[in-house]
């Protein structure tokens, strides 16, 4: 298993830029989620998913877009990137272990710079 | 609103010593507290987590410890290795938000050798 993959690892945008951040899983975990992080302010959940189809807002979902066509693919979109974007970007994934919600995983980050 | 709290934001110990690091929680319905550690450069990665449960939860040489109480949990790890330098996030899930995790602040651990 590949486990929780992103791409890409870097990305420098100018400010008013659009891109999507791609996060796949091959786990068949219900739940993925995307948090950015920040110096000194940790991982701050930006949308999550508990299945296809569902998608909903985390603490600081302005200026992202996100959907969940497929089990294994949870893409972010930035739709007008700003230089308050400037982070580090994780995408995570759960499942359920008999009712209760299991280990969540971690991918390996996209660092995205906005100028 | 949802809200974990981490302290310290820093923590230097000498090899061998132990480190705890503690961290409160503000809903009382929630019923997981994962432990992470994140090298420089790294992804997040589980260490140690524990259900509500549970009170007090060992692996090797990292242990957690719950308070549902008082609401907080602490993460303690003995015997200190250079390596065990990382910075260590507390988690907890909340009855909203579909039981998402909802991290600290992090704390930078340093192990002096």
């Known amino acids: 298993n590949a486990g929780v993959t992103q791409t890409p690892k870097f990305q420098v945008l100018k400010t008013g830029q659009s891109m999507t951040l791609q996060c796949a899983q091959d786990?068949?975990?219900?739940?993925m989620s995307w948090y950015r992080q920040d110096p000194g302010m940790g991982l701050r959940l930006i949308h999550y998913?508990?299945?296809?189809?569902?998608?909903d807002q985390g603490e600081v979902p302005n200026g992202y877009n996100v959907s969940r066509s497929t089990t294994e693919d949870f893409p972010l979109r930035l739709l007008s990137a700003a230089p308050s974007q400037t982070s580090v970007y994780f995408c995570?994934?759960?499942?359920?272990?008999?009712?209760?919600?299991?280990?969540?995983?971690f991918g390996p980050g996209t660092r995205l710079t906005v100028t | 609103g949802e809200n974990v709290e981490q302290h310290p934001s820093t923590l230097s110990v000498q090899e061998g010593d132990s480190a705890v690091i503690k961290c409160t929680y503000s809903?009382?319905?929630?019923?997981?507290f994962p432990w992470y550690k994140q090298e420089l450069g790294k992804r997040p990665q589980l260490i140690i987590d524990?259900?509500?449960?549970?009170g007090e939860k060992k692996d090797q040489r990292i242990a957690v410890t719950l308070n549902k109480t008082a609401k907080h949990f602490s993460l303690h790890i003995t015997e200190t290795q250079p390596e065990d330098s990382a910075v260590y996030f507390c988690?907890?899930?909340?009855?909203?938000?579909?039981?998402?995790?909802?991290f600290g602040s992090g704390t930078q651990l340093t192990v002096l050798p």
């Open positions: 995570a994934s759960r499942s359920r272990v008999q009712g209760k919600l299991d280990e969540q995983y």
């Open positions: 786990m068949n975990h219900e739940y």
């Open positions: 998913s508990v299945g296809a189809g569902i998608t």
């Open positions: 809903d009382s319905a929630s019923n997981y």
């Open positions: 524990i259900r509500s449960n549970v």
């Open positions: 988690a907890a899930t909340f009855s909203g938000s579909a039981r998402q995790l909802t």
